[in-house]
T-cell receptor, first 117, second 111 residues
Framework: GAVVSQHPSRVICKSGTSVKIECRSL??????MFWYRQFPKKSLMLMAT?????????EQGVEKDKFLINHASLTLSTLTVTSAHPEDSSFYIC?????????????FGPGTRLLVL | TQLLEQSPQFLSIQEGENLTVYCNSS?????LQWYRQEPGEGPVLLVT?????EVKKLKRLTFQFGDARKDSSLHITAAQTGDTGLYLC???????????FGQGTTLQVKP
């Protein structure tokens, strides 16, 4: 089956620094990738849709200057949390859509645990 | 705005018991998906239901899609400790490909 990886799996950083999280589709190309945020024992909350070769589309309430998304190739999307603060600590998950049909199944990465001190 | 209401949000049962998780919406979805997630990992797709009234079985798990395609249920028979986890329903929103998730059901199966 389709595999999506994330790197790093966990990261601890100091308040004020920036952290980059990578999402890669390993055996397929993904024009569209999605970024989610998840709090403990809660559901996934969609943050943004990452489109290869164009600007990301952010959900209401998500600061685009805070969460920078770059989808530079068909297999890689990155999420950069800029000037991170403790309230940005969370579990970040990406997913990738392998086809042009957006109704197709998305494949999820294993997630990245971010802790901001 | 499409919303999915999932219930119950927490469920603690003994091994061997049966349970049902519900996912309801006032909107029609072209398909609904059920995921299971373990702590510290990404969600894993269990099933996709597409046709109104559809019933799918996966071993001890039975998934049903409502006739009007607005609701779905997950029934687990004779739960095992290995079924413990977070269960999520999700529907694809329109033609954007965005997944709308329910609030999730944290299931704990005690030995």
């Amino acid at each position: 089956g389709a595999v999506v990886s994330q790197h790093p799996s966990r990261v601890i950083c100091k308040s004020g620094t920036s952290v980059k999280i990578e999402c890669r589709s390993l055996d397929f190309q993904a024009t569209t990738m999605f970024w989610y945020r998840q709090f403990p024992k809660k559901s996934l909350m969609l943050m943004a849709t990452s489109n290869e070769g164009s600007k990301a589309t952010y959900e209401q309430g998500v600061e685009k200057d805070k969460f920078l998304i770059n989808h530079a190739s068909l297999t890689l999307s990155t999420l950069t949390v800029t000037s991170a603060h403790p309230e940005d600590s969370s579990f970040y998950i990406c997913s990738a859509n392998p086809g042009a049909n957006l109704q197709e199944t998305q494949y999820f990465g294993p997630g990245t645990r971010l802790l901001v001190l | 705005t499409q919303l999915l209401e999932q219930s119950p949000q927490f469920l603690s049962i003994q091994e061997g018991e049966n349970l049902t998780v519900y996912c309801n919406s006032s909107s029609v979805f072209s398909s609904l998906q059920w995921y299971r997630q373990e702590p510290g990992e990404g969600p894993v797709l269990l099933v996709t239901v597409v046709t109104g009234g559809e019933v799918k079985k996966l071993k001890r798990l039975t998934f049903q899609f409502g006739d009007a395609r607005k609701d779905s249920s997950l029934h687990i028979t004779a739960a095992q400790t290995g079924d413990t986890g977070l269960y999520l329903c999700a529907g694809i929103s329109g033609n954007t490909g965005k997944l709308i998730f329910g609030q999730g059901t944290t299931l704990q199966v005690k030995p």
